[in-house]
């Protein structure tokens, strides 16, 4: 054993409080630490993957109780492979920002990268966490970094976005806080393993009610429509790694708890064909937006929106494969998403409403942000050769298998009009005469090796999917098999 | 039309929320094979501690604690980025007028008063009700009275977000101590002793002293930034 899957709360808390201190000695610490954490967390996260994947899941106790007494970790295929995600984004997005507003004042600065810190930490808590209670504390903590990142310029606009979340946000921890109190006032026990096996004695109308405050709560974090008012503000008016670290790791933790609670807890049918539902409207309503966004980042939003509705919909299909074509989207989005918001935000640094139409001619002084921008752009559309194709072939497939006849029809019609959007900011990048007005902003070093590392992952995962596809399909199975997660954790007791 | 779909759904919604709560009757007990009873009687048994809210706080679960302890710290963290001022923008703080001499030295007579009882609140979290956080919270209301009597009272940063560090980091090492000697996290690997002692509960008294400090500094630090922004 290398590590225990604790140390990816405590390490981060620990360098959380010791930050204020480290500042007091040197100022640099403060950017250095979370990188070091962050890069600490994805040795460890890797090597528990290995080990996982070798010998299964490993379940994690706290304080020496046993589940149900106490609160338990489960560091399983399933939750392994969006930990390590999570994580290995986070560090991109600390190495992108690393020269993040070095000449500005230090104050803001300091508590950027803290907070970027905590905001990661507390998705990795929602992912690993297998407890409902324990849960909801790790959303607060990622709701609460989350309300701060967006506001951190301090302006009228930011404020209004950062209340926005902040409001709705609010909403969400007391519907949770609901749900978990109808659940616990039903069952007795707030470990997610022990409800699951309970779930069958409790009556369908709380069943009902609670799933309803639970899919509310999280939908909001997990941007669903027609919860995601909030999101296209932030995106908007956050820093540009703050909305990739939303798009990348926020989004995915909450859509790991809305899966958990389908897939694990509740035992409602209804509600695969719920999330196809909601993934749907999502999906159909975002992408009607984004393509009457005049804004760059706006557009990316509702696009990232819209990619999230896809994975719902996989998700609600309910099959093995519809789980690995969910799984294979979360990882394309992740690294795709991530590309176009770093590429895009270098593509209207300098410009004060970042419309889409300042991109003009870009490609003469951008050359590589450009490209990869494009290459981008082209892999998140689903055109051959790239790391996107996969995952829309692999969802076509698992739509095929479950005769969802629609959904495949609307995938593609969905990809045409994502087609459309893309490419017009790419054809105005590459063959529209620059206009005056805005400077070209040069990428600093961080942050061209961060946009080149995952344009090379893009290429990788087009040209050799099968380098990863033996971890999703592990990965699927595990989330599919609700006995042995019952049985992984409350054998513990015996 | 909108507006009647929308208030037809809300109200089936409010109706079942409604029905349901009132339905869970709250007070009465529901279930047999719940964890409440093994809590009850391993907090005496295994932990020997008479509150037994502490034992569930602070022990079973008290990886929940250090999230709220965070979600605390995160909190003022992200307070004083936003409401950060430079050093010579900090303005003076808009009085009305100022306190009456009753004021001033009554409040010199209850500081000592509030901070007294507040540490004895959290030292006796495992004994008594109460613990950190109310322990804590009443300290803050010492030093708001404070501030609000005196117009000049000023606390020191540096030394709040000593406290504020050290406390966290003492929270956080206790429990890694506890992976040291008991093979999990914030295992309770002190010798528990008597029930009803001082020195007793293990490493639960301790931990919920750390708790009482760190709310404390951190409620006196969103307090004081509060009252200096520059309005």
Do not use: C
Request: glycine share 10%.
């Amino acid at each position: 054993m290398v590590g225990t899957p604790v140390l990816f709360i405590v390490i981060p808390l620990l360098a959380a409080f010791l930050i204020p201190l480290l500042g007091m000695l040197w100022k640099e610490l403060v950017r250095i630490v979370p990188g070091l954490v962050l890069a600490y967390m994805l040795v460890l996260s890797v090597n528990l993957l290995n080990h996982v994947l070798i010998y299964g899941p490993i379940v994690e106790v706290i304080a020496g109780w046993r589940p149900p007494l106490g609160i338990n970790l489960v560091f399983s295929a399933f939750s392994g492979f969006l930990v390590t995600l999570v994580v290995f984004m986070g560090l991109l997005i600390w190495v992108y920002s690393y020269r993040f507003k070095r000449n500005v004042d230090f104050e803001p600065a300091k508590k950027y990268f803290l907070l970027l810190m905590m905001l990661i930490t507390g998705s990795v808590g929602i992912i690993l966490t297998g407890d409902i209670f324990n849960m909801f504390v790790f959303i607060e903590i990622t709701g609460i970094s989350g309300y701060a990142l967006t506001a951190f310029y301090t302006g009228r606009d930011s404020a209004e976005a950062s209340f926005k979340y902040l409001m709705l946000g609010s909403i969400a921890s007391t519907f949770l806080l609901l749900a978990i109190m109808i659940i616990y006032s039903q069952v007795g026990t707030l470990n997610m393993a022990d409800i699951a096996s309970k779930m069958h004695t409790i009556k369908p109308v709380y069943k009902i009610i609670s799933f309803i405050f639970f899919i509310t709560a999280i939908g909001i974090e997990a941007e669903i429509f027609p919860l995601n008012g909030w999101a296209p503000d932030a995106y908007t008016e956050a820093p540009g790694p703050v909305g990739a670290a939303f798009a990348g790791i926020v989004v995915k933790a909450s859509v790991y708890a809305i899966v958990r609670y389908v897939y694990t807890i509740f035992d409602l049918s209804g509600a695969y064909d719920f999330l196809i539902l909601i993934g749907l409207i999502t999906l159909i309503m975002a992408e009607t937006a984004a393509i009457r966004q005049e804004r760059l980042k706006r557009m990316l939003a509702y696009s990232s929106i819209g990619q999230m509705g896809l994975v719902m919909v996989a998700f609600g299909m309910g099959t093995e494969e519809g789980v690995f074509a969910a799984l294979f989207m979360i990882l394309n989005h992740a690294i795709i998403k991530s590309l176009l918001f770093f590429s895009g935000s270098y593509l209207v640094y300098n410009s004060k409403h970042k419309y889409i139409k300042e991109v003009n001619g870009m490609s003469k002084y951008l050359p590589i942000t450009s490209l990869l921008f494009a290459l981008g752009a082209f892999a998140i559309v689903g055109l051959p050769p790239f790391a996107g194709f996969w995952s829309k072939l692999s969802m076509l497939t698992a739509a095929a298998d479950s005769n969802m006849l629609f959904i495949i029809a609307l995938v593609l019609i969905v990809s045409v009009v994502e087609l459309v959007y893309y490419l017009r900011v790419v054809n105005r990048i590459y063959f529209f005469n620059k206009e005056e007005k805005t400077e070209p902003k040069k990428p600093t070093f961080n942050a061209l090796i961060v946009m080149i590392t995952l344009g090379a992952l893009i290429l990788v995962i087009g040209f050799y999917p099968d380098a990863i596809t033996g971890i999703l399909h592990k990965a699927s199975a595990d989330l599919m098999d609700k006995g042995q997660y019952i049985h992984d954790v409350l054998s513990l007791n015996k | 039309m909108k507006k009647i779909i929308v208030i037809i759904l809300l109200g089936t919604l409010g109706f079942y929320t409604a029905h349901t709560f009132f339905d869970i009757g709250f007070g009465f007990p529901h279930f047999e094979h719940g964890i409440k009873d093994v809590y009850l009687q391993k907090t005496v048994s295994d932990l020997k501690v008479s509150n037994t809210v502490t034992s569930i706080v602070v022990n079973f679960r008290g990886f929940d604690t250090l999230g709220e302890v965070t979600v605390l710290f995160l909190a003022v963290t992200a307070l004083g980025g936003i409401l950060y001022k430079r050093r010579h923008e900090v303005g003076e703080r808009s009085v009305l007028f100022s306190a009456s001499s009753i004021v001033t030295s009554g409040s010199k007579l209850l500081f000592p008063a509030i901070i007294l009882l507040g540490v004895y609140v959290f030292i006796h979290g495992h004994l008594s009700p109460g613990g950190g956080f109310q322990g804590g919270t009443i300290i803050a209301t010492g030093f708001l009275l404070m501030l609000l009597t005196y117009e000049n009272y000023s606390v020191n940063h540096t030394v709040l977000s000593l406290v504020e560090s050290l406390a966290g980091i003492a929270f956080a090492g206790i429990g890694l101590l506890g992976f040291m000697h008991g093979g999990t996290f914030l295992q309770n690997f002190i010798e528990p002793g008597v029930l009803n002692n001082l020195f007793s509960g293990g490493v639960i008294p301790i931990i919920y002293i750390m708790v009482g400090f760190k709310v404390g500094a951190e409620l006196t630090g969103v307090i004081y930034t509060v009252l200096h922004e520059k309005g």
